[in-house]
């Protein structure tokens, strides 16, 4: 979306790791806004849209066939491994929210306090009649603010990123680490005092 003349641009990058099995528990990152964000002077900010790119600067594509060291970028094909003979599936699920859910798992579009769902699938097809004729297969479904919330998503408070994955690599590499490029465009915006009381309730639950 194009960035009108008082809209912020706000970067940041968080990492997590994969256990060597390929899963991650329900995990949360903090973007600071506090430099933003004031409950005494009645200052938020209405969050209009929030990119976010999964890079793996370590190089392994997660998949336990290659190495890619000059790029750095996710590798989407998460699952399996080459020759295996077993079928595999693979989930990472990326989330921004104001409200710290126990578990990935419960959080969804219809979610209070979430304004972005990014969910990245990928499954491995063995071939054991044929080997060398396996398959691969990955999809991405985004669903950002301009989605959720067309008005924006007005926070007073930080905001959380939540990660969770199960069996995104092959067990047989040790863990990798994920970065989390992130940027947001936000509108600094006054706040009435009942709309205030009732985000400062919702910012209980962070």
Same mark, same amino acid.
């Given at each position: 979306?194009?960035?009108?003349?008082?809209?912020?641009? %706000?970067?940041?990058? %968080? #990492?997590?790791d994969?256990?060597?099995?390929?899963?991650?528990?329900?995990?949360?990152?903090?973007?600071?806004?506090?430099? &933003?964000?004031? !409950?005494?002077?009645?200052?938020?900010?209405?969050?209009?849209?929030?990119?976010? #790119?999964?890079?793996?600067?370590?190089?392994?594509?997660?998949?336990?066939?290659?190495?890619?060291?000059?790029?750095?970028?996710?590798?989407?094909?998460?699952? =399996?491994?080459?020759?295996g003979?077993?079928?595999?599936?693979?989930?990472?699920?990326? &989330?921004?929210?104001?409200?710290? &859910?126990?578990?990935? @798992?419960?959080? =969804? +579009?219809?979610?209070?306090?979430? %304004?972005?769902? *990014? *969910?990245? &699938?990928?499954?491995?097809?063995?071939?054991?009649?044929?080997?060398?004729? *396996?398959?691969?297969?990955?999809?991405?479904?985004?669903?950002?603010?301009?989605?959720?919330?067309?008005? =924006?998503?007005? !926070?007073?408070?930080?905001?959380? +990123?939540?990660?969770?994955?199960?069996?995104?690599?092959?067990?047989?590499?040790?863990?990798?680490?994920?970065?989390?490029?992130?940027?947001?465009? @936000?509108?600094?915006?006054?706040?009435? #005092?009942a709309?205030?009381? *009732? %985000?400062?309730? #919702? @910012?209980q639950?962070?």
């Amino acid at each position: 979306m194009p960035k009108a003349a008082n809209d912020l641009i %706000l970067r940041d990058r %968080l #990492q997590f790791d994969f256990a060597s099995g390929g899963d991650r528990t329900t995990l949360y990152g903090r973007l600071d806004l506090s430099d &933003y964000v004031n !409950v005494v002077k009645k200052d938020g900010l209405s969050i209009k849209e929030i990119m976010i #790119q999964p890079r793996l600067p370590t190089g392994e594509d997660g998949a336990g066939l290659q190495t890619l060291t000059n790029a750095g970028a996710f590798f989407p094909y998460m699952s =399996g491994d080459a020759g295996g003979n077993t079928d595999a599936f693979s989930v990472l699920k990326i &989330y921004g929210t104001t409200r710290a &859910y126990q578990n990935a @798992a419960d959080v =969804g +579009i219809a979610s209070p306090d979430v %304004l972005c769902v *990014e *969910e990245y &699938y990928s499954f491995y097809t063995a071939s054991t009649a044929t080997p060398g004729n *396996e398959s691969f297969g990955m999809t991405h479904i985004r669903y950002g603010p301009n989605d959720l919330h067309p008005d =924006g998503f007005l !926070v007073v408070s930080d905001l959380l +990123i939540g990660v969770a994955a199960d069996n995104v690599k092959n067990g047989t590499l040790g863990d990798i680490t994920c970065e989390l490029d992130i940027m947001l465009i @936000a509108e600094p915006v006054k706040i009435t #005092q009942a709309r205030l009381d *009732e %985000l400062l309730a #919702q @910012a209980q639950d962070l």
